[in-house]
């Protein structure tokens, strides 16, 4: 697969209705303490500070869901790319060896699909009706349909800023380490440890902010495409051998998955799924799948 450069994608339907109200996040980790300077303001820049803020263009003006209104335009790395030529998980394998940052847009006539990436990792994710697992699911059956798929490079900056967005803004309270997007009627600013980093003319109808964690999560595929994933698996005789150092078993077992292979199976016995082991340890479910489906092969776990 060779993905190749192409033309910016179109702007998206417009079909996610409004978030709720805002209201307080219940147990935000903030600083009351904290006590804005003038690069700190709640409200716009200064005239002074806006000089030297850059200001980003939004790259789909108007769109109704929340990550899509608030990403920086940003030409494509790669576009055009299609099911019928490239792998969507060899893809997205491919962005995560690579610690990539950015977003992919999936369009298939008038409906759309958005994921955020940090770290090569999905981390949100929205479409015309749903956001987070079921989103990156629907850009998952878009592609499989036909869908036209593009990815945009962030900086890791701006990227982290954006992990935040969901399906609801929060009140905002700024402090001297927050980290997310302050979204108001006149415009969206881009806050990065209590610094404003970037502008845009993005609005929501009400003031509103999206913290963003303090590592963003990876997003795993909803039970729906990827139930292997979400199952438990008992250990076998053959796969307690497999974590016995005084065993053959073991020295076999070590010599073809290594300590990443130990560390999982050692999750599985201890009754994690492997969606669970994969939010634990950051692990990709494209290196775990196989390694699920070679345990069951060789006899190491069963199915419960």
Same mark, same amino acid.
């Given at each position: 697969?060779?993905?190749?450069?192409?033309?910016?994608?179109?702007?998206?339907?417009?079909?996610?209705?409004?978030?709720?109200?805002?209201?307080?996040?219940?147990?935000?980790?903030?600083?009351?303490?904290?006590?804005?300077?003038?690069?700190?303001?709640?409200?716009?820049?200064?005239?002074?500070?806006?000089?030297?803020?850059?200001?980003?263009?939004?790259?789909?003006?108007?769109?109704?869901?929340?990550?899509?209104?608030?990403?920086?335009?940003?030409?494509?790395?790669?576009?055009?790319?299609?099911?019928?030529?490239?792998?969507?998980?060899?893809?997205?394998?491919?962005?995560?060896?690579?610690?990539?940052?950015?977003?992919?847009?999936?369009?298939?006539?008038?409906?759309?699909?958005?994921? %955020?990436?940090?770290? *090569?990792?999905?981390? $949100?994710? #929205?479409?015309?009706?749903?956001?987070?697992?079921? @989103? /990156?699911?629907? =850009?998952?059956?878009?592609?499989?349909?036909?869908?036209?798929?593009?990815?945009?490079?962030?900086?890791?900056?701006?990227?982290?800023?954006?992990?935040?967005?969901?399906?609801?803004?929060?009140?905002?309270?700024?402090?001297?380490?927050?980290?997310?997007?302050?979204?108001?009627?006149?415009?969206?600013?881009?806050?990065?440890?209590?610094?404003?980093?970037?502008?845009?003319?993005?609005?929501?109808?009400?003031?509103?902010?999206?913290?963003?964690?303090?590592?963003?999560?990876?997003?795993?595929?909803?039970?729906?495409?990827?139930?292997?994933?979400?199952?438990?698996?008992?250990?076998?005789?053959?796969?307690?051998?497999?974590?016995?150092?005084?065993?053959?078993?073991?020295?076999?077992?070590?010599?073809?998955?290594?300590?990443?292979?130990?560390?999982? %199976?050692?999750?599985? *016995?201890?009754?994690? $799924?492997? #969606?669970?082991?994969?939010?634990?340890?950051?692990? @990709? /479910?494209?290196? =775990?799948?196989?390694?699920?489906?070679?345990?069951?092969?060789?006899?190491?776990?069963?199915?419960?």
């Amino acid at each position: 697969m060779s993905p190749r450069p192409a033309a910016s994608p179109e702007t998206p339907a417009q079909d996610v209705p409004a978030a709720q109200t805002p209201e307080a996040k219940p147990g935000s980790a903030q600083s009351t303490a904290a006590q804005p300077t003038s690069a700190q303001s709640p409200g716009a820049p200064t005239e002074e500070l806006a000089e030297l803020i850059p200001e980003l263009t939004p790259m789909f003006p108007g769109a109704s869901p929340f990550l899509a209104r608030f990403l920086p335009h940003s030409p494509p790395t790669y576009a055009g790319l299609n099911e019928s030529f490239c792998d969507l998980h060899a893809f997205l394998k491919f962005l995560h060896e690579h610690s990539w940052y950015g977003y992919l847009y999936a369009v298939l006539g008038d409906q759309t699909a958005y994921v %955020l990436l940090f770290e *090569g990792r999905t981390v $949100t994710a #929205a479409a015309a009706s749903a956001t987070g697992e079921q @989103a /990156l699911g629907e =850009l998952l059956n878009l592609y499989e349909q036909g869908a036209s798929l593009s990815a945009h490079p962030l900086s890791a900056a701006y990227a982290h800023v954006l992990s935040g967005i969901g399906s609801r803004a929060w009140k905002f309270n700024l402090t001297e380490d927050f980290t997310g997007l302050h979204a108001r009627p006149t415009g969206a600013i881009f806050y990065s440890r209590g610094e404003i980093v970037a502008t845009l003319p993005a609005t929501l109808p009400y003031e509103g902010a999206f913290p963003a964690p303090l590592r963003p999560q990876t997003l795993i595929l909803p039970r729906s495409l990827a139930g292997w994933a979400h199952h438990h698996y008992n250990l076998t005789l053959r796969g307690r051998d497999g974590m016995n150092a005084i065993t053959d078993v073991y020295q076999v077992f070590k010599g073809e998955y290594g300590a990443p292979g130990i560390a999982f %199976l050692r999750a599985l *016995g201890e009754k994690l $799924t492997p #969606a669970e082991y994969a939010m634990r340890s950051d692990a @990709a /479910l494209h290196d =775990l799948e196989p390694m699920v489906h070679s345990f069951l092969k060789t006899g190491y776990i069963r199915e419960v």
